[in-house]
C-alpha cells in the first residue's frame, strides 16, 4: 500500500454519523425531528423563510409516512452503526507508516530490474526470448538494479513495523533470488542461442571443424543451463510473486516453463547437430573431389553418399524435435532454420551423386 492509499484509507469515515434533516409541517414532527437531533447531539435551527407554524386542531394534523420520516430510534441506530465503524478502523504507527513506505520504495527497485531485464523486447518477462542477445550487452545495467533492489528488501525489513510487513519483505526477498535466477538461465540460453548461430553460419559455408568448435560451446552453455534453471526452480513459490507488482503468479509459471522448454530443445539438438556436422564434413569431402583438379568421381560419390545419410538423420531429428517441443519453446524458428538447411545440404550432396 502506497503513502496515498494508507492516507485515503485513514480518511475513511470522517463524515460518518451525521443525521439527516427532514423539515416537517406540523408541530408534531418538529417535535419528533428536535428529538432526533437532540438524540445525535444536533440542534435545528428553523429557516426563517419557514412560516411560523401555527397549532391546528389535532383532527386536521397531515399524517407522516412511517417509511419516508426516520424515528429517533432509527437515528440512534444508525448513529450507532457508524461509531462501531469508525472505532474499527485500524490506526498506524508512525513506525508502521514508514514500514509501509519502504516496502513501496523496495517495489518500484523490483519494478526497475524488470524494466531493465525487459529492455526493448515487450512488456513482460517472457518477452525476452532465447534470441533476445543484446541481453548480454545489458547486464551491467541489469546488476546495478538487482542491487538496488537487494538493498530495498533489505531496508525493508529491517524497518518492518508488524507481521504483515515483516512477511512481505521475506516474499520480496525471494522474489529479488527468483529474478537473479531467472536472468542467469536466460543469460545462459541467450548465449547457447548465440553458439547456435555460429555453428549455422558454419554449416552454410560448409566448415564443419568450426562449426564442431561452436557445437561444443553450445553444449557447454545448456550445461549451465540446466544447473541455473534447478536453482530457479528453488529461490521462490507463485504465491512468493504477490509481494511484487511486477511480476504475477502467471507470469512466474510461464517464464520457468519456457526456459525448461528452451533447455530441454537445446539437449535433444546436442544429436541432430553431431550428425550436421559429420554431414558437412563428408560433404567438403566431395565437393573436393568432384571440384578440383584432382577429381576423383568415385570417391566424390562415396563421401556425398556419407554426407546425405548423416545429413538425411539430422533434417529427420530436427523434424521430431519441433513435433515434440511444444508451445512453451521460443526455439520453433531456429530447429526450423536447421531443418531447411540440412534439406538444402542434403540436395547438394544429390547433386554429385548424380553427376
Sequence with gaps: MNRRDLLATLGLGLTAGCSSRVSLDTEAGQAEALATDELSGVVSTPSPLSPTPQSPPVEEAIPISD?????????????????????????????EIYGLERLESADQRFTAVVEAFIGQYGGE??????????????????????????????????????????????????????LRHTIQTQLAVVEGYIELMDAFEAFEQDSHEVAASHTGNFVKTQRLA?????????SATAQDMVAIESVSEEQYEAKINQLASDIAVYAELDDALQDFIEGIKFLRQ?????????????????AAKDARTHLRSARK????????SGDSTTLDPTVLSLRTLAVEKTKESQTIIER
Design 125 to 178: 518477462i517472457t518477452d525476452v526470448t532465447a534470441a533476445s542477445t543484446d541481453l548480454v550487452s545489458s547486464m551491467y545495467g541489469i546488476r546495478i538494479a538487482l542491487a538496488k533492489a537487494q538493498d530495498g528488501y533489505i531496508n525493508a525489513a529491517d524497518s518492518a513495523a508488524n507481521q504483515d510487513q515483516r512477511v512481505q519483505a521475506d516474499q520480496m526477498a525471494r522474489c529479488w533470488q527468483f
Design 67 to 95: 417509511e419516508s420520516t426516520p424515528t429517533p430510534e432509527e437515528n440512534v441506530s444508525v448513529s450507532v452503526e457508524t461509531s462501531t465503524e469508525t472505532s474499527n478502523q485500524v490506526k498506524l504507527t508512525d513506525e
Design 226 to 234: 540446466v544447473r541455473r534453471h534447478g536453482d530457479l526452480l528453488q
Design 317 to 324: 531429428k530436427l523434424e521430431a524435435i519441433r513435433r515434440t
Design 286 to 302: 566431395g565437393k573436393a573431389w568432384i571440384y578440383t583438379e584432382d577429381r576423383h568421381v568415385s570417391r566424390a560419390k562415396d
